[in-house]
């Protein structure tokens, strides 16, 4: 299976590409990114010698441009498919349907993945982009369990793609609107997902306090990891108990899976994180490089090397063997 590793720097780009990515994704420093945050993503040129240095040791690029075209304004969509293009991306990872359109019409040639964005998740949505798009590989959400999948992939002609490791999603992916709801900014066309601007942390007594926007997402007792705050990892009170509503400020990670991914019919792997460093880009991508090799005893050891990068020190197998409260 391939490891599709992210890059949010040239420099995690390359760390990517030297622990053993087999693909590299990353986006231009706009909109057009569901990553879009300051310091991050690539200017035209820094995507150019990125390219070049990936082709070099024979690594695939893929392009994000991912977030939702908005009316009047879908010629900074429609440039950066024609600049990915021009500088040579192996895939483009589109979301709109629009903007699929343009690229099939515009780019015949071009090699066109689905975003995890598209939440396209059963057999009718990804032949509709298959036959009318010519879709060559689908990222799908993370909702499915692996028997799912299974059955989706026996019932599709493109590859599949799916998330192992990383930040886990309220899995609605390219339909959130809470962070928008919190803070004006949108995650699917702004590309901002609870922006840092936004984010604050007090202390109160013994707690250290989230919040997000106006609103107060947890309170962790001292001792307790404190997470990201993100509206669909907060703690509330809901009815008569405390408790995360949505999903717990984990991240996901499927280690233990990784044949049973196969055996259902995965050809990708991806890791999700091109918001984190380099170093964080090398560990990870090195040690899954190992762990897809490694045999089914081995991968414990090799979890315990990641779960310390994890959110909150803690990992799920999230919707791949979920139990909904």
């Not at 895939?91 to 040639?109: C, K, N, S, V, W």
């Not at 949505?125 to 993370?142: D, H, I, M, N, Y």
């Not at 959130?176 to 984010?199: D, E, I, Q, R």
């Not at 799920?316 to 979920?322: D, M, N």
Request: neutral net charge.
């Amino acid at each position: 299976m391939e490891l599709i590793c992210p890059a949010g720097t040239p420099a995690a780009f390359r760390e990517a590409v030297d622990a053993g990515a087999d693909a590299v994704y990353c986006g231009f420093r706009d909109e057009t990114n569901a990553r879009n945050f300051p310091g991050l993503n690539f200017s035209r040129d820094e995507l150019k010698t990125a390219i070049a240095y990936a082709r070099r040791h024979k690594v695939m690029t893929f392009v994000a441009i991912n977030t939702f075209m908005r009316a009047g304004q879908e010629k900074l969509w429609h440039d950066a498919v024609d600049d990915a293009v021009r500088l040579g991306a192996d895939a483009l990872i589109l979301a709109d349907f629009g903007l699929m359109a343009y690229t099939a019409e515009r780019h015949p040639q071009q090699r066109l993945h689905v975003s995890v964005q598209a939440s396209a998740s059963n057999a009718d949505a990804v032949k509709f982009l298959v036959e009318t798009f010519g879709a060559k590989r689908v990222v799908l959400p993370r909702i499915l369990t692996i028997p799912d999948v299974a059955r989706l992939a026996r019932q599709i002609s493109c590859e599949i793609e799916v998330f192992v490791f990383g930040g886990l999603c309220v899995m609605a992916e390219g339909r959130c609107s809470l962070s928008s709801y919190a803070t004006g900014k949108s995650p699917n066309m702004n590309g901002v997902c609870s922006p840092a601007s936004h984010v604050r942390y007090r202390e109160d007594g013994s707690e250290l306090v989230s919040e997000l926007g106006d609103y107060t997402i947890n309170r962790f007792p001292a001792g307790e990891a404190a997470g990201y705050p993100t509206l669909c990892k907060g703690r509330f009170d809901i009815a008569e108990e405390r408790g995360y509503a949505f999903e717990d400020p984990v991240s996901l990670d499927v280690m233990d899976h990784i044949d049973a991914l196969r055996d259902a019919g995965v050809g990708a792997l991806k890791i999700e994180g091109r918001q984190r460093g380099k170093a964080y880009v090398a560990e990870v991508v090195s040690v899954m490089r190992r762990a897809v090799a490694a045999d089914a005893t081995e991968r414990p050891a090799l979890l315990s090397r990641l779960r310390r990068l994890s959110e909150g020190q803690k990992t799920t197998s999230g919707a791949y063997e979920k139990r909904w409260r």
